[in-house]
T-cell receptor
């Protein structure tokens, strides 16, 4: 089992460009979560998705950020027109159906986004 | 709303010593779970230990154990016989429903 796979591991974008972060959940996991970690801070919830559905996006900024988890392929976190304040580590996590609360998710290694 | 507070930004102990990391939380959920995660320099989030709130018995995992005080909403992590590989950021987290809420973290350094 390859675990939760995130790519790229590092991403550098110039201000105004788009950033696309990808996450492949563990095999058999149908729930995907995205978290953001600013330097020297804990992780902050952004969005929770199941296949083809956004369940909770209460942590997503209202503009420029979007997420999807299509029927086929990885989950994508998309940031349009990036600004320096978007620089952070973005973590994806996955959990099995109905067991996430107990297992507390499996995390990927994160994507570090740097906006220059 | 859930909140998690870690009041110790940094801690440092000698190898083989015992260290306790503090965590307090607040939640309106009746059924919830508490976790400690370790984040080494590699950035990987590693689950250290979990506790179901409805269980009175404190969870243990080898050298790691918790002191869960439900009435006080306290959830501390004890690391016994600390090792150099325990050096990392440690995050306390609470989960009710589908979201994990994290504390600010404690940077733990184990000195040789």
């Amino acid at each position: 089992n390859a675990g939760v796979m995130q790519n790229p591991r590092h991403l550098v974008r110039r201000r105004g460009q788009e950033a696309r972060l990808r996450c492949s959940p563990m095999k058999g996991h149908s729930h995907v979560y995205w978290y953001r970690q600013l330097p020297e801070e804990g992780l902050k919830f952004m969005v929770y998705l199941q296949k083809e559905n956004i369940i909770d996006e209460s942590g997503m900024p209202k503009e420029r950020f979007s997420a999807e988890f299509p029927k086929e392929g990885p989950s994508i976190l998309r940031i349009q027109q990036v600004v320096r304040g978007d620089s952070a580590a973005y973590f994806c996590a996955s959990s099995p159906l109905d067991q996430g609360a107990y297992y507390g998710y499996t995390f990927g290694s994160g994507t570090r986004l740097t906006v220059v | 709303a859930q909140t998690v507070t870690q009041s110790q930004p940094e801690m440092s102990v000698q190898e083989a010593e015992t260290v306790t990391l503090s965590c307090t939380y607040d939640t309106s959920e009746n059924n919830y779970y508490l976790f400690w995660y370790k984040q080494p320099p590699s950035r990987q989030m590693i689950l250290v230990i979990r506790q179901e709130a409805y269980k009175q018995q404190n969870a243990t995992e080898n050298r790691f154990s918790v002191n869960f005080q439900k009435a006080a909403k306290s959830f501390s992590l004890k690391i016994s016989d600390s090792q150099l590989g325990d050096t990392a950021m440690y995050f306390c987290a609470s989960r009710g429903g589908q979201k994990l809420v994290f504390g600010q973290g404690t940077r733990l350094t184990i000195n040789p």
